[in-house]
């Protein structure tokens, strides 16, 4: 929550660019130990405080983490969860979370199917899109003359 308001200062200073991904990197293993500790009411005070321009993605390491939790709060905030396993090259699986996230090339991303075309299409709205990342969108195709399915695909980027 601490980081959420260290984002919002410099948002409304003019310290931030507009244009840039803010992103808040959670390093935990799930198990809170300190002030509030009920899971369920940090996922909701996270919730409750984040802004949609934000994203919180959550790295648990070692192997006592409550991971179903981090990925959770992560998900639920425009981010994603990773686990960094402390026997393994944990240096190198920093780096390869970092490089992913380092590289944001698209944000807000809507893909749009004309209404007769699909049905029950699993997400078509996506927060951000990283180098490297997919974005994959799942439905039924609607019984059609046509053998040609269109959509219609919207996206920010820096430029």
């Given at each position: 929550m601490r980081a959420v308001q260290m984002l919002v200062k410099g948002s409304n200073q003019g310290l931030i660019d507009p244009r840039s991904v803010s992103m808040?990197?959670?390093?935990?293993?799930?198990?809170?130990?300190?002030?509030?500790?009920?899971?369920?009411?940090?996922?909701?005070?996270?919730?409750?405080?984040?802004?949609?321009?934000?994203?919180?993605?959550?790295?648990?390491?070692?192997?006592?983490?409550?991971?179903?939790?981090?990925?959770?709060?992560?998900?639920?905030?425009?981010?994603?969860?990773?686990?960094?396993?402390?026997?393994?090259d944990a240096a190198e699986q920093l780096r390869t979370f970092y490089r992913q996230l380092s590289s944001p090339l698209l944000r807000k991303i809507t893909v749009q199917f004309p209404e007769d075309a699909v049905s029950d299409v699993t997400q078509s709205r996506f927060d951000k899109y990283f180098s490297g990342s997919e974005l994959v969108v799942a439905g039924k195709v609607l019984p059609s003359e046509s053998e040609t399915l269109t959509s219609f695909t919207t996206a920010s980027g820096v430029s």
């Amino acid at each position: 929550m601490r980081a959420v308001q260290m984002l919002v200062k410099g948002s409304n200073q003019g310290l931030i660019d507009p244009r840039s991904v803010s992103m808040i990197i959670l390093v935990s293993d799930g198990d809170p130990t300190v002030g509030e500790i009920k899971l369920s009411t940090i996922q909701k005070n996270v919730k409750r405080v984040m802004r949609e321009e934000f994203s919180l993605f959550s790295l648990g390491i070692g192997f006592d983490v409550d991971y179903d939790f981090l990925e959770r709060i992560a998900m639920e905030n425009r981010g994603m969860a990773q686990r960094i396993y402390a026997n393994h090259d944990a240096a190198e699986q920093l780096r390869t979370f970092y490089r992913q996230l380092s590289s944001p090339l698209l944000r807000k991303i809507t893909v749009q199917f004309p209404e007769d075309a699909v049905s029950d299409v699993t997400q078509s709205r996506f927060d951000k899109y990283f180098s490297g990342s997919e974005l994959v969108v799942a439905g039924k195709v609607l019984p059609s003359e046509s053998e040609t399915l269109t959509s219609f695909t919207t996206a920010s980027g820096v430029s």
